[in-house]
């Protein structure tokens, strides 16, 4: 009786611990954050895309693996271009997210404090805010890089190979939505060799995990030699634009972006990690987490790239002020997340004394509002321009036009948003939309825009402006457009389509 009694009061104080755990209200918190802030503004240029890409399936495309446009696309066919079912994965990963490193910093030996100060200092910073906000494919990175970091301690913790497994299959999962992780992987490759975890290297289980892990990514890799490697011809432009930075700069961008005020905390992690871990083997976090930003700044990668290996040093190195980082959340969130009307933020920017030049996550054209919010702006006024050229056309041309768009942005635009006005047919070079072609496109009738003439080969000889485009708060670069309609080409679109092509 007497143990009867224990049990079952044992599990009322098992409840009582769980509900009042700090992973679970901060998880639900965020949660409820996403669920608010999300469905405001409009859809992003790379939503819009992988939405088009998801309905073109695939096992692969020119810039990233499958799942995210399979998950976009299956929000389309269900719901339309609606805000919240679109973007409920990221906030459901952001969610996950903050609680598995206030979870992670406890099994480092963190108290509640240490655990909500972990939560927070993820939640509070702007772009994981960010990531949580867009169906892209950033938003399962921070989330599979935790998760990753807590396997190996629950692996140091109990010494159970087999968790081996577990970070293999969340590695392959995350390789299909994008192939950030692998640098992670690499460092956490070097973490192994280096610390008491090379003991693991005489057993199968951490064969078996990789092995695990290349076989879920394995259809994505196919396709991307079957087409030559696209996505690193991708990488190397973007490499190439970034260098210009110099390290230095990009690593105080990542701090900026992941919170400057969390930076005694992450700091603290990489010490504690590094210099004075509970077990030796736990150098392996550290070591994964200097390496990936290590890679990043050598090789130019843009400083977000390295944004998902501050939670697992946040989580190791929570110690701070609370207060602190829930201020410096509450001053910048406006900037991360659409939770004031445009002319609004324009307005509290100046006020709070923030610059767009603060929120660039990469070399960008800048207007009033950040660049991640400026994409959202301005796609259903350039489909409706577009449209309205098109439905202006002498029937025998109207048959036989369509929209050559300068990039996926303009393309997924007016294919999603232009066939309820009366829209043409969409064609680009740009990214995927290579692979697919010119469709039934003749190339007789073309429609383009541009500031100046179409920036397209010289092969029509009747180039006319017929309209333009105009949308407040969108990308300067987006907006003011001049609509072209070109006639007369001197070379069939069949022939000049590899000139076309954009990657």
Not at 280 to 292: F, Y
Not at 324 to 334: K, N, Q, S, W, Y
Not at 386 to 396: G, S
Not at 428 to 444: I, K
């Amino acid at each position: 009786m007497t143990a009867t009694a224990t049990t079952t009061g044992a599990r009322p104080a098992r409840r009582r611990t769980i509900a009042g755990s700090p992973a679970l209200w901060l998880g639900l918190a965020t949660f409820g954050v996403h669920l608010a802030a999300n469905p405001h503004y409009g859809l992003f240029r790379d939503e819009l895309y992988f939405i088009v890409c998801g309905l073109h399936p695939d096992f692969g495309y020119v810039d990233q693996p499958p799942l995210i446009p399979l998950i976009a696309a299956a929000s389309y066919k269900l719901f339309g271009t609606a805000l919240t079912p679109l973007r409920l994965a990221p906030a459901l990963a952001a969610a996950a997210a903050v609680a598995l490193a206030a979870d992670l910093a406890r099994r480092l030996g963190g108290g509640r404090f240490a655990q909500t100060l972990a939560g927070l200092c993820v939640l509070a910073a702007p772009t994981l805010m960010t990531f949580g906000l867009l169906l892209t494919t950033h938003c399962l990175q921070p989330l599979t890089w935790l998760a990753c970091a807590w396997i190996v301690a629950r692996h140091i913790e109990g010494g159970d190979e087999r968790w081996w497994l577990a970070l293999g299959a969340v590695a392959g999962v995350s390789l299909e939505s994008y192939y950030l992780i692998a640098l992670f992987l690499v460092g956490l490759a070097v973490g192994v060799v280096a610390t008491p975890l090379r003991r693991s290297l005489a057993r199968p289980w951490i064969y078996a995990g990789a092995g695990l892990g290349l076989a879920l990514a394995a259809p994505n890799l196919v396709w991307q030699a079957q087409h030559g490697w696209p996505f690193l011809r991708v990488v190397s432009g973007n490499l190439q634009g970034n260098l210009a930075q110099g390290p230095f700069a990009s690593l105080l961008q990542q701090a900026f972006f992941v919170g400057s005020f969390t930076a005694p905390v992450w700091i603290a992690g990489l010490w504690g990690l590094a210099v004075r871990p509970p077990r030796p083997e736990l150098r392996a976090l550290a070591i994964a987490c200097v390496t990936t930003v290590a890679i990043v700044l050598v090789t130019g990668g843009r400083a977000y790239y390295a944004a998902p290996t501050y939670p697992i040093l946040f989580a190791a190195g929570a110690s701070a002020a609370a207060a602190l980082i829930v201020a410096f959340g509450m001053r910048v969130a406006p900037m991360a997340l659409p939770i004031l009307p445009p002319a609004t933020l324009v307005d509290y920017m100046q006020a709070a004394r923030l610059s767009v030049e603060d929120t660039q996550f990469q070399i960008a054209d800048l207007g009033a509002l950040p660049p991640i919010f400026a994409d959202m702006f301005g796609w259903r006024e350039l489909a409706a321009a577009i449209a309205a050229v098109y439905r202006n056309l002498p029937p025998d041309e109207r048959a036989q036009a369509a929209f050559f768009a300068d990039n996926y942005g303009e393309a997924a635009a007016v294919d999603l948003y232009g066939p309820p006005l009366g829209g043409p047919p969409t064609i680009s070079g740009a990214m995927s939309y290579y692979y697919w072609g010119p469709g039934g496109a003749s190339g007789q009738v073309l429609i383009a825009l541009g500031r100046g003439a179409p920036d397209f080969p010289d092969v029509y000889d009747d180039i006319r402006p017929a309209g333009r485009t105009d949308a407040a708060f969108a990308k300067p670069s987006e907006t003011g457009l001049t609509i072209w309609i070109m006639r007369r080409p001197r070379a069939p679109l069949a022939a000049i389509w590899p000139l076309l092509k954009r990657f």
